[in-house]
């Protein structure tokens, strides 16, 4: 789904991943669920661009609905795996702590969990080897991402500057679309370690300039990241 020119996303409001698109090659953020493989294959027939032209894979953090076919990829093109050193340990192994489920409604969760079976979320296959990424780097690939780290939902979370798309990728620092409640809107994401600490890290997000705020649940955000900041903060 096109968003925007050179940007892209694959999934839907439920998982979402994304594909930047620019004459020197393509940058994804995050992997959705093994599934996206084939979301991913159409997008990039529909943009007339091979998966040679990959450059690389930025995963948010490491959590398995994020990561679905980054091992996938990474196997059977090269294509480098980058995530913050935190959470290296978490996507080569699914080891992390339990957190509470918090509020939930039974049509909602039944909703998650069945897109997921249908996108092979059973199968996810950790990523062996990444490139381990830390707070303000700028990655030598198709629209210089910056890394800003975000920690809270995870030790690792990280929000993906491109100002050549003028869009912040803020994984599950935030959410448009609550998995579990179905509840739409700006608000914390669950399953967060921290969250405390994730509601501190949205004061990076607030400074970032951007015009899009793409969330890895939920719809796109089009507004600034310090508008979104503080209606999570509100929620």
């Known amino acids: 789904m096109k968003l925007a020119p050179h ?5 839907n409001d439920l998982v979402a991943s994304y594909l930047i698109d620019l004459p020197e090659g393509i940058t994804l953020v995050d992997a959705g669920l093994p599934g996206h493989w084939n979301d991913l294959q159409r997008e990039l027939e529909a943009i007339g661009r091979p998966v040679s032209d990959v450059r690389g894979l930025v995963l948010t953090h490491g959590d398995s609905d994020h990561i679905g076919f980054a091992e996938r990829l990474r196997q059977e ?6 995530i913050h050193s935190a959470d290296a340990h978490r996507v080569r192994t699914g080891e ?3 957190t509470p489920m918090g509020p939930a409604r039974i049509g909602p969760v039944l909703s998650f969990f069945a897109y997921g079976l249908r996108k092979n979320a059973m199968r996810t296959r950790y990523v062996q080897d990444v ?3 830390a707070d303000g780097d ?13 920690p809270g939902h995870s030790p690792g979370s990280i929000a993906v500057h491109v100002p050549a798309v003028d869009a912040v990728f803020v994984g599950d620092a935030l959410t448009t679309r609550h998995v579990l409640t179905g509840r739409e809107g700006a608000q914390p994401a669950p399953f967060t ?3 405390a600490e994730a509601i501190a890290s949205l004061d990076r997000l607030a400074e970032v300039p951007a015009s899009w705020v793409l969330p890895g649940h939920g719809a796109p955000w089009q507004g600034s990241p310090a508008d979104i900041a503080a209606a999570v903060r509100a929620a």
């Open 77 to 82: 093109t090269g294509v480098p795996v980058f």
């Open 7 to 11: 940007l892209h996303r694959l999934g």
């Open 138 to 150: 700028v990655l030598e690939l198709p629209g210089a991402p910056v890394v800003i780290g975000m």
């Open 131 to 133: 490139v381990e990424v």
């Open 193 to 195: 370690d921290e969250p």
């Open 96 to 98: 992390k702590p339990k």
